[in-house]
């Protein structure tokens, strides 16, 4: 019986799950670790210094998430043309600006009726970052996983 996938299929849904994965590792990696306390304070302060602040942290984001997805392809033995991880970064990239930069969230909340959640803070945990987090996990990373995969044929 033959396989319901093609090979073309199945790797490019191994490239898919492995992009993935990393793109999750690499994220945690850069926005917690790697980031700047200076530029976390300042990235959505829509002055000079506040450009400055976002434009190094989605740079040393960007670089981040590249690196650690090159290191998970290399280790899974899989080939992923450099033109694929690329595209994956340059998206990924711009992608983690325009969500870090505050105002694409905060038009969300206000069209969806969340202005209250997003402006919620409590505890240390407040809506704002939740949202952020949410983006960045459910719009950004599959968003550069999938152009990977696309690309990786």
């Given at each position: ?8 299929s ?21 926005d917690?670790?790697?980031?700047r ?73 206000d ?35 999938a ?7």
């Open positions: 019986m033959q396989h319901p996938l093609s090979t073309s199945l790797r490019r849904a191994v490239v898919l799950a492995v992009a993935w994965v990393a793109g999750q590792a690499g994220h945690e990696t850069a917690y670790l790697v980031q306390d200076c530029d976390a304070r300042a990235k959505q302060q829509h002055t000079p210094e506040g450009r400055r602040a976002l434009a190094n942290h989605a740079l040393s984001y960007g670089l981040t998430q590249a690196a650690t997805r090159a290191l998970a392809y290399r280790v899974a033995g899989l080939r992923v043309p450099v033109r694929a991880q690329l595209a994956a970064a340059v998206v990924e990239t711009a992608a983690h600006a325009v969500i870090d930069d505050g105002r694409a969230l905060a038009a969300f909340a069209t969806t009726g969340k202005r209250g959640f997003h402006a919620l803070a409590a505890h240390g945990v407040n809506g704002r970052a939740l949202m952020d987090q949410a983006a960045h996990k459910g719009v950004q990373i599959p968003l550069g996983a152009v990977t995969a696309a690309l990786a044929d």
